[in-house]
Each structure stands twice: as structure tokens, then as C-alpha cells.
């Protein structure tokens, strides 16, 4: 079946960085972009970025330029998520979630149709 | 950016209810609007998507209505399974942004 199977929890350091994967499986690897997005604690839900695995261009959320890099492994169909110069409120839970998309009278819509279980970053 | 709201932040209500939850975008995304169910511990579940179209798996009380800046999720009889918190999310422009969710509670 169709799944994301992300790394397991991080403990880090203030300054330090961290690295999460997420291993797809169960569909073409290329074929969909994977979204990153974030929960810290009692919070909400923040958008950090979208690669796409086929060519690996990536398109990251203003707030974390210059900090997070996201690439991939098209041979083991992993996405990687690398987030640098940790402070405290980068303590969350970090999913990946696949871009599913429908086209709707000549429109494309997208939404994430699968999601990773969570990896939880804790940043002490 | 493009700003999601959410309304109200939570509400309390019984099985059986009929349950509305409204998302305004600050501008407008068309029908690029998305609503996810959350669980606690758990990862984010896709309920409609494209405003107003089901996911496959998805009970039929839930219904998406609204384009442009407007847009509503409603349960239409609540059952147990369904006290969770939801978000909606614009599909329309990077940054992709979530609402600050809906808590729905037991009364």
C-alpha cells in the first residue's frame, strides 16, 4: 500500500542540526512532490517546503531560507528533510506528506493525500 | 502570504449534531482549499479537497462548500469518531498556509 515511513525521534543540541527522512513506498517515486510540514508542540500546522523528487528543485517557506535543505535518493525513494542552527522553537513533530493532485475542468488541484507518521525533533 | 482563518478556534457539541466550521482566506484562491482532520498523536488525514470534493474513504456527513475567500466544512450528524481538531489549508500559492484549526469537543 501506498505509505511514508519517516525516521524515528531526534534529540539535539541548540546549534545543532538535525536530519529527517521519509522513505516512500507502494507508488512511483517520481511521479509526486512531497510536502514538509511542521507542529510543534499544542500547536498548529506550518507549511516549511516542497521537493520534487524527480528533478529535486525544491521550494522553501520564506521563514526557514538559508536554514532547511531538502533533497532526495531516487535509488532508495527517500526524501530528506535537513533543518540547521536549532534553537528551542524548532521542537515539533516534522511530517512529510505526498502531493496528490486532480485535474478539474483544465485545473490543476493539489492536496496532500498521504502522510508520514511524524518524526518528532526535540531541540534541549 | 495568504492568511487562513479559521472560526471559532473550538466549539462544543453532542453526536448527532449538524457541525459548520468556516475558513476565509485573505484573498482570493478560487476553490484551492483543502480540509484535514486531526487526531491527537496522530498524523493529519485528508477529508475534502478542491473545496467541495470528498476523498476516497470519507464518510458522506462531511461536505465542503465556498470559492474565492469563503469556504465552510460541515459535519452533517457528528458521531463519536469525528471529535478531533481540523484545518483547512490553501493550495493556491507557496507559501502554502493552514487555518489554526478547529477543536470539536464532547458536549
Known sequence: QVQLVQSGAEVKKPGAS?????????????IYYIHWVRQAPGQGLEWMGIINPSGGSTIYAQKFQGRVTMTRDTSTSTVYMELSSLRSEDTAVYYCA???GIIMTHINYFYMDVWGKGSTVTVS | DIQM???????SASVGDRVTISCRASQSIA???????????RAPNLLIYAASNLQIGVPSRFSGSGSETDFALTISSLQPEDFATYYC?????SPQTFG???KVEIK
Not at chain 2, 5 to 11: E, G, R, V, W, Y
Not at chain 2, 31 to 38: A, D, F, K, T
Open chain 1, 18 to 30: 538535525v536530519k529527517v527522512s521519509c522513505k516512500a513506498s507502494g507508488y512511483t517515486f517520481t
Open chain 1, 98 to 100: 505526498r502531493r496528490g
Open chain 2, 5 to 11: 482563518t479559521q472560526s471559532p478556534s473550538s466549539l
Open chain 2, 31 to 41: 476553490s484551492h482549499l483543502n480540509w484535514y482532520q486531526q487526531k491527537p498523536g
Open chain 2, 89 to 93: 489549508q490553501q493550495s493556491y500559492s
Open chain 2, 100 to 102: 489554526q484549526g478547529t
